[in-house]
């Protein structure tokens, strides 16, 4: 890492200064992938956690939704791009809705 990059994350005073710092500012290529990655893994985060309270596999809530189980994983997982109403789908199986909002 060079210096100036390290200086600027040690005088960092708030997260966005942080991720300002580390990936550039929002609009750059680097800043971009990374809020896309983050929110993959949020979305992976919150499905796996809804599919346990469910009590169910990734193999039962994938026969409930009428999918294949690697699908889900590769949901679980980050690997997948997933349309919004498979998404929809999803979580209906889980019986939650989901809502979106736009900032």
Known sequence: MDEKKKQAIMES????????AEYGERGTEARETFEAEADAFCLAEC??????LAGLT??????????KKSYI????????DVQLSTLFRIFAGLGKRVSVTIL
Do not use: V
């Open 47 to 52: 499905l796996k956690e809804q599919r346990r």
């Open 13 to 20: 005073e708030s997260f966005d200064d942080l991720l300002n």
């Open 58 to 67: 990734q193999e039962q809530l994938a026969e409930k939704i009428g999918t």
């Open 73 to 80: 994983s590769k949901i679980e997982n980050g690997r997948a």
